[in-house]
């Protein structure tokens, strides 16, 4: 089936700023020591938020702004952790439920409970993974989808793993199923966005693996990874995905909750890499150059002002937006 591509059109005046105080958490390495960082992007100010010798990446933002949760191997394992913003945001706590290896942590809309990767051997983060909802306060968590159990004779050859959770609604997420011909050495051959409901325990696949079709018409099969969702503050119900074709193309797109309409999201940047964000009436979204250094960008959602960048030393990756 033949998808449109479209320009989405920013839904307030913009200027190169963003329209209200927008900020971001991100996981940033220098000399290969990676920590936590929140930025401001209507100013430019940057504050380290840790510095350890652990290895702290994967922020999560609550919906209410004041903590976030990441993931850290400052015990040893990689465990996840949650942290206030407010003060000096030197409260950290680790939540995790016991061993295991955690990954890409996920606050529900009402900021009760995280769905978050999970893998019980931490040593081999990506056998048998799982997306578990883990309750920060009690520290129970609850297998919703099982690795192991969506094998089937089509990716026999290869591992399974699940991970990046996103939650739709309260009773919605969505997560990546992703084969990998050799984990070990992140050898993807397939990557697709399914839905989970949790009322009715079902799933429903969303993207990755079919095709659209380009500008001039010729049919693109894609992997599709790091999944976003446009909250309700902004008026719309939408699935924001990066669609990987060949070893290093990389198209931002979006698909409407619930009509499922595709589209390629006109970024016109080549540096484009992921994932792709949107806050007020702005893409926010990470960028490779060249030579394989990671940042961060943003710019109006009707692409006609010019890119803003972060000015930061060093490579940024996991960026998540703070409301």
């Not at 797109?253 to 999201?265: A, Q, Y």
Request: with cysteine; glycine share 8%.
């Amino acid at each position: 089936m033949k998808i449109a591509k479209f320009l989405l059109i920013a839904i307030a005046a913009v200027s190169p700023l963003l329209c209200e105080a927008a900020e971001v958490v991100f996981c940033g390495s220098s000399d290969n020591q990676y920590d936590l960082y929140r930025a401001d992007l209507k100013t430019g100010e940057v504050i380290r938020l840790t510095q350890t010798t652990a290895e702290e990446s994967m922020p999560a933002a609550a919906p209410d702004g004041k903590k976030i949760a990441f993931v850290s191997d400052r015990e040893g394992a990689r465990s996840l952790y949650l942290m206030t913003l407010e003060g000096q945001a030197s409260e950290v706590a680790n939540i995790s439920a016991g061993m295991g290896a955690y990954g890409n942590p996920a606050f529900s809309p009402d900021g009760s409970k995280l769905a978050v990767q999970y893998a019980p051997d931490p040593e081999v983060t990506w056998a048998s993974t799982s997306i578990v909802i883990l309750d920060p306060t009690t520290h129970v968590q609850q297998t919703i989808v099982d690795s192991t159990r969506l094998k089937t004779s089509e990716n026999s050859g290869t591992t399974t793993v699940v991970d990046r959770p996103v939650w739709v609604s309260e009773s919605l997420i969505v997560y990546v199923l992703a084969e990998y011909a050799d984990p070990e050495v992140g050898r993807l051959s397939k990557s697709t966005i399914y839905m989970y409901d949790l009322k009715k325990q079902q799933h429903v696949r969303v993207a990755g693996g079919e095709s659209y079709y380009n500008a001039e018409g010729e049919p693109m099969g894609f992997k599709a990874v790091m999944p976003s969702v446009i909250s309700e503050k902004d008026r719309s119900r939408s699935l924001l995905f990066t669609a990987v074709r060949g070893a290093t193309e990389r198209s931002p797109m979006k698909l409407t909750l619930p009509s499922g309409e595709k589209g390629v999201i006109e970024l016109s940047d080549p540096e484009f890499f992921g994932p792709m964000l949107y806050v007020d009436a702005h893409w926010i979204y990470g960028t490779m150059n060249s030579e394989g250094s990671t940042g961060l960008a943003w710019r109006a959602g009707d692409g006609k002002d010019a890119r803003q960048t972060l000015n930061f030393a060093g490579s940024i990756i996991y960026p998540a937006v703070i409301r």
